[in-house]
């Protein structure tokens, strides 16, 4: 293990649980722009999830036990990043979860302090040169925990605007709910999918051929309706196109034969 | 109002199922959002604005019994008569009893969310009276024999067609309008009758003044200055959370209040009354009468919901929440809809009846992004849920597939083994075609969307297998 320092701070990569199952090609761009960024990336195999789950349907007593874990795996890193808004947002939150007498509550706050989105990250705090080809129309979705919780909007938006060959078409409503909101899509499955056929309403009249966006779990809902109402948008989170990792099949793509 | 019929899911299925609400939900959703977005624009004060608002509304919630009795002194003093009313019941009684002294038979109402909360209409019809809603859209939603839907646009699930409808079976001998501006002068001519007979008066207070006595409403139609000024007595109805201390912190109020709920500058009508009409006064109402109802705010005082006594009911909150323009303001079954119904109603009607409300929320924060005076909706409503969790609410199946799965993720091989496993499964099912159209189990996820089949090994596995960094 290397000593850390400011040249190449150790970032400790979170694998989201989603991106973990789903997506490793997520994990495999946020770790080339982290080396881009000059960081050394790690990813502690020990890791499981953030607690998301149980914190958002108000099982705080569930939340804190894994608030506890990821703090112990996460607190030597200089830095622990992830490719998700809601995922970090949830890690910001933690030390709301410990009473402030409790020894957590400080260790819980020096994470939450040095958690960052993976796009926000490398615009508000290592600067990183993009070198990446896209050839397309792409539209953004700001996904809402990102967006509110830690005002991720204009970062992507500067970072794609380095990537050769693509054109942003903002769409309309960009900054609403696409209906996922975790559990809820399954818990009110009809509610979500009207949500999400707006979203594709907003998609299809921006004329993009592509859809980005900085959240799996958003990109997945939006990707699995797009691909259920046979439209032939392609779906990827925005580190993919920023690491150039736009080779193989998008989000919910077949895979080429 | 009593509470509606069925559950929150029969009724947001019921609602998404209707196509005219569809049209009005469509219609009214980005008129407020931008309307909003443009006034707001144009006062580049706004946000600091909010934060005046929220540490004046704290001020007073923090001796909120000083400021009610200081207010209740003065309007005393003005010749005015203030009644506190611990619940509904009791504030029905108040104003039964303030009727039957005037000896009513005709009693006009500006809009009132308390009045629906304490359900005064019915009781009042109950006694015999004539109760006429003097507001374009409770009175279209009253001959509609419907509750309102929203807190300001009450009839916002009609569409003009559904108006013109109602109208033409309401109104005999008048022919048929079609056009808004029609519309509007038919129901202002009904009215208008009903004003010069009106012996009762009842408004609400959107803001009550400590130091003048003075209890301000806010109007798009000015129904509620004739409510209050024809009638012989005029009655406020009020929650005991809308005190503010001075003039002075009215028009920050004002200010706010209108751009947040219609994009307006301002509201047409901003009506200030203190006390009944003074000897040489050429108008004004005989009695002045002030209920100030309780029905559980005080109790959200001393609790994790107090925030929740700043709101200043301009609807915002519900003009941004995407569950509310999908289902509208009935499927939340109470006089409150979207998110700051999402925490009253439970509060006042109780967690377990109204389980569903904070959990039909994606919390997207979009609701706490333009409260007024910064309200932390999604973290009340996320708390709302915590408060559900820890009275033993949470759905059985729910709550053992929470306790296992926040067992397993606390036992990272077994974690590392599941996910291994669930993700060449789902692999094996999709084959190459990169995603499944159904999955035994996932069925709320499948019937509306395909599922993106996992892209190979799990991230972590093929890390390791390529020896981690570089």
Redesign the interface.
């Known amino acids: 293990m290397t000593h850390s320092n400011r040249a190449q701070p150790r970032v400790g990569l979170m694998?989201t649980?989603l991106?973990?199952?789903?997506?490793?090609?997520?994990?495999?761009s946020a770790?080339d722009l982290l080396?881009a960024a000059g960081c050394?990336?790690?990813?502690p195999?020990?890791?499981?999830?953030c607690?998301q789950?149980?914190?958002?349907?108000?099982?705080?007593d569930?939340a804190r036990?894994?608030a506890r874990?990821l703090i112990e795996q996460f607190e030597a890193f200089d830095y622990l990043v992830s490719p998700s808004g809601s995922c970090i947002g949830t890690v910001r939150k933690y030390p709301q979860l410990f009473a402030d007498d409790d020894p957590w509550q400080a260790r819980a706050e020096a994470l939450a302090a040095k958690a960052y989105e993976l796009l926000s990250f490398l615009v508000d705090v290592r600067r990183v040169a993009i070198d990446a080809r896209y050839q397309g129309k792409a539209t953004y979705h700001d996904s809402?925990?990102g967006?509110?919780?830690l005002g991720v909007k204009r970062q992507p938006r500067e970072l794609l605007s380095q990537v050769e060959g693509l054109e942003i078409a903002e769409m309309d409503d960009a900054?609403?709910?696409c209906?996922?909101?975790?559990s809820?899509?399954?818990?009110?499955?009809?509610?979500?999918?009207?949500?999400?056929d707006?979203k594709l309403k907003s998609i299809a009249a921006s004329g993009a051929d592509t859809l980005l966006g900085g959240d799996l779990g958003c990109l997945?809902?939006i990707?699995?309706?797009l691909?259920?109402a046979g439209a032939k948008v392609r779906v990827w989170h925005t580190a993919e196109v920023l690491a150039g990792r736009t080779d193989?099949?998008a989000?919910?793509?077949?895979?080429a034969? | 109002m009593k509470p509606l019929r069925g559950t929150f899911?029969s009724r947001?299925?019921k609602a998404?199922a209707d196509p005219s609400l569809q049209q009005a939900l469509r219609n009214f959703k980005p008129l407020f959002v931008a309307k909003r977005a443009a006034a707001v624009a144009e006062l580049p004060d706004f946000e600091r604005l909010r934060d005046t608002a929220a540490a004046i509304k704290d001020a007073v919630l923090s001796e909120l019994d000083v400021w009610l009795e200081r207010y209740a002194e003065k309007v005393e003093s003005l010749g005015g008569k203030v009644h506190f009313a611990r619940d509904a019941a009791e504030a029905r009684e108040i104003i039964r009893e303030i009727c039957r002294k005037a000896g009513a038979r005709t009693v006009c109402k500006g809009k009132s969310m308390v009045s629906e909360e304490i359900g005064l209409n019915e009781a009042l019809e109950e006694d015999g009276y004539r109760v006429v809603e003097t507001d374009l859209g409770e009175y279209i939603i009253q001959l509609a024999k419907e509750p309102p839907s929203h807190i300001i646009a009450p009839a916002i699930h009609k569409t003009r067609e559904q108006v013109a409808d109602l109208f033409e079976k309401n109104h005999p001998g008048r022919p048929r309008e079609e056009s808004v501006a029609g519309l509007v002068n038919e129901a202002r001519h009904a009215l208008r009758e009903r004003f010069f007979e009106s012996d009762v008066g009842i408004t609400g207070g959107n803001f009550l003044i400590a130091e003048t006595g003075t209890s301000v409403i806010v109007t798009n139609e000015g129904n509620g200055d004739l409510t209050q000024t024809l009638s012989r007595v005029h009655v406020v109805t009020s929650g005991i959370e809308r005190v503010l201390p001075t003039l002075d912190d009215l028009s920050v109020f004002l200010r706010l209040l209108a751009r947040s709920a219609t994009g307006q500058d301002t509201e047409c009508y901003t009506t200030l009354s203190s006390g009944p009409k003074r000897p040489g006064d050429p108008d004004g109402p005989e009695e002045y009468h002030v209920v100030l109802v309780d029905n559980g705010r005080s109790k959200m005082l001393s609790g994790r919901f107090r925030d929740m006594l700043r709101c200043i009911r301009c609807g915002a909150c519900m003009n941004h929440c995407?569950?509310y323009?999908?289902?509208g303001g009935h499927a939340y079954g109470w006089v409150y809809p979207g998110p700051m119904g999402s925490i009253l109603t439970p509060l006042f009607n109780g967690l377990a009846e109204n389980y569903d409300l904070p959990?039909?929320?994606?919390?997207?924060?979009?609701c706490?992004?333009v409260c007024p005076v910064r309200i932390p909706l999604t973290e009340l409503i996320?708390?709302?849920?915590?408060?559900?969790?820890k009275a033993g609410l949470?759905p059985a199946s729910?709550r053992r597939m929470?306790?296992a799965?926040?067992w397993v993720?606390?036992q990272?091989g077994l974690?590392?083994a599941l996910?291994r496993l669930?993700?060449r499964m789902?692999r094996l099912r999709a084959g190459?075609?990169?995603?499944l159209?159904s999955l035994p189990g996932?069925s709320?996820?499948t019937?509306?969307?395909?599922?993106?089949?996992?892209?190979?090994?799990?991230?972590?596995d093929?890390?390791?297998a390529r020896g981690?960094?570089?």
């Open positions: 694998a649980c991106m973990n199952v789903f997506r490793p090609n997520i994990g495999f770790a080396r050394r990336v790690e990813v195999s020990d890791q499981t999830c607690g789950p149980a914190y958002s349907a108000g099982d705080d569930a036990a894994m874990q809402c925990s967006l509110r919780q900054e609403v709910c209906g996922f909101g975790g809820f899509c399954v818990k009110y499955p009809k509610i979500s999918e009207k949500m999400v707006d997945m809902n990707a699995g309706r691909r259920r193989g099949a989000i919910g793509e077949e895979e034969r | 899911d947001s299925a998404l995407p569950v323009g999908a289902v959990n039909a929320c994606t919390l997207n924060g979009r706490q992004a996320r708390t709302m849920r915590n408060e559900q969790v949470m729910q929470m306790a799965w926040g993720a606390r990272p974690y590392r996910e669930g993700s789902l190459r075609s990169g995603a159209s996932a709320a996820w019937d509306a969307r395909d599922l993106p089949a996992p892209q190979g090994p799990t991230f972590i093929q890390w390791n981690g960094d570089q």
